[in-house]
C-alpha cells in the first residue's frame, strides 16, 4: 500500500485546513487508516482514525470536537477536516494504515510521507 498525504500549510490560530490521504496499490486489504502527527523534539502520537469497511471512528482526546475524520471508498482517500486549530497542533502530519482500531502508533503498519502543518498564533 502507498499513501500520498497533501492539504498541509500555515493557518493562524483558530483557522481550519482539510488533509487528505490517497492510498494506492493493494488498498483491498486496508483495515483501518489514521492520522497521526509528530511535532518537533515530541514523539508520534494519534490524532484520529476509523475503520474502512463501516467507517467507525476514534479520536484522541485534544482532536475531540475539533478534528473530523472520513473517507471517500471511491477515490481510496481519508481525509482530516481540522477546525479551530492551536498553535499546538503545528506537526507533520502522516496517514498510515493499520489491522485494528488503535491509538498505538506502532501497530501502523503503512505510512505516508507527511504532511506540514503550522499554526501560527
Known amino acids: 500500500v502507498q499513501l500520498q498525504a497533501s492539504g498541509g500549510g500555515l493557518v493562524q490560530a483558530g483557522g481550519s485546513l482539510r488533509l487528505s490521504c490517497t492510498a494506492s496499490?493493494?488498498?483491498?486489504?486496508?483495515?483501518?487508516m489514521g492520522w497521526l502527527r509528530q511535532a518537533p523534539g515530541k514523539e508520534r502520537e494519534f490524532v484520529a482514525a476509523?475503520?474502512?469497511?463501516?467507517?467507525?471512528?476514534y479520536y484522541a482526546d485534544s482532536a475531540k470536537g475539533r478534528f473530523a475524520i472520513s473517507r471517500d471508498i471511491t477515490k481510496n482517500t481519508v481525509y482530516l477536516q481540522m477546525n479551530s486549530l492551536h498553535p499546538e497542533d503545528t506537526a507533520v502530519y502522516y496517514c498510515?494504515?493499520?489491522?485494528?482500531?488503535?491509538?498505538?502508533?506502532?501497530?501502523?503498519?503503512?505510512w505516508g510521507q507527511g504532511t506540514l502543518v503550522t499554526v501560527s498564533s
Open positions: 498510515a494504515t493499520a489491522p485494528v482500531l488503535t491509538m498505538t502508533p506502532t501497530r501502523y503498519a503503512y
Open positions: 496499490g493493494r488498498t483491498f486489504g486496508i483495515a483501518v
Open positions: 476509523l475503520t474502512w469497511s463501516d467507517t467507525t471512528t
